[in-house]
């Protein structure tokens, strides 16, 4: 298995930019597609971001579209998360996950198709 790691979280005020990393340690040598969901208290978890194994294949939420950019660097299993023009309701704590399948079309905005978490990171958005 594999055990999800971010960084990269922090404060920035409204309309800057923020890079999310997240490496996975452990059994690295899987195809894992992974993704970015984003949770605030007393909130559904909100999916984000996710990418196929290889990189080639993005899927974003619609809250996010057009603003961030999430790629995978195959090699190392590791994902980023790039956030530019950031509004004060992308605030919340951000979760890497990873999985070796989604199970069906459309599956990979769900939470419960990822096998692994990471710990979460904060981003702050100020206005």
């Known amino acids: 298995q594999v055990q999800p790691v971010e960084s990269g979280g922090g404060l920035v005020q409204a309309g800057g930019s923020l890079r999310l990393s997240c490496a996975a340690s452990?059994?690295?040598?899987?195809?894992?597609?992974m993704a970015w969901f984003r949770q605030t208290p007393g909130k559904e978890r909100e999916f984000v971001a996710a990418v196929s194994w290889s990189g080639g294949t993005t899927y974003y939420g619609d809250s996010v579209k057009g603003r961030f950019t999430i790629s995978k660097e195959y090699a190392k299993n590791a994902v980023y998360l790039q956030m530019n023009s950031l509004k004060p309701e992308d605030t919340a704590v951000y979760y890497c996950?990873?999985?070796?399948?989604?199970?069906?079309?459309?599956?990979?905005?769900?939470?419960?198709?990822?096998?692994?978490w990471g710990q979460g990171t904060q981003v702050t958005v100020s206005s």
């Open positions: 996950a990873a999985t070796l399948r989604w199970k069906y079309s459309g599956s990979y905005s769900l939470g419960g198709e990822y096998d692994y």
């Open positions: 452990g059994r690295t040598s899987g195809r894992y597609h």
